[in-house]
């Protein structure tokens, strides 16, 4: 239990990182990058830069869980980013089986795995899909998942747009 509030502190910007202005694309593409470079079979599809006011760091451990996600359950992952009304939707999908709708909403309590095996080879602690959810909410968005027509899972977390000043 401590363990899961202090990553949800993290999470809601008490944990000490200060939001500042990025590029959301840049910070994007690096991790993708930095996830190609050692082997991961992640695609980044270029955006056009994505002015937002975030605390960098704890959206790049969001990405990245989604990111390992895609790549554990679905053999890869192709990221991107789309505009939205408000803001941006950053995609990752992967060519997995997917997760029935009644449970695409429980992934996103603490500790709940659908990979019930407890090998640490095919699955984490519970705590990722949660973390990224903290993630989203704390920066005024929100993640979604949804089972892509094609085959395969896309997760949506969505950010607002707002004016970056630097």
């Not at 990058?33 to 960098?56: F, K, M, Q, Y």
């Not at 090998?119 to 989203?136: H, M, Q, R």
């Amino acid at each position: 239990q401590a363990l899961t509030e202090q990553v949800l502190s993290a999470a809601r910007g008490t944990g000490g990182e200060i939001k500042r202005n990025v590029d959301l694309s840049a910070l994007v593409e690096s991790l993708c990058t930095d996830l190609d470079e050692i082997g991961e079979p992640v695609t980044w599809n270029n955006h056009a830069p994505a002015p937002v006011s975030c605390r960098p760091n704890e959206i790049k451990r969001a990405v990245r869980n989604l990111v390992e996600n895609a790549v554990a359950y679905g053999s890869r992952a192709e990221v991107r980013i789309a505009d939205s009304d408000d803001g941006y939707d950053i995609l990752v999908e992967d060519e997995g089986p997917g997760i029935p709708e009644d449970e695409q909403q429980r992934v996103f309590e603490p500790f709940v795995r659908l990979e019930t095996s407890r090998n640490e080879d095919t699955g984490g602690t519970g705590l990722g899909l949660t973390l990224v959810k903290a993630i989203a909410e704390g920066h005024g968005g929100a993640v979604k998942l949804e089972n892509r027509p094609g085959g395969g899972l896309r997760a949506r977390m969505h950010l607002p747009r707002m004016a970056a000043t630097a």
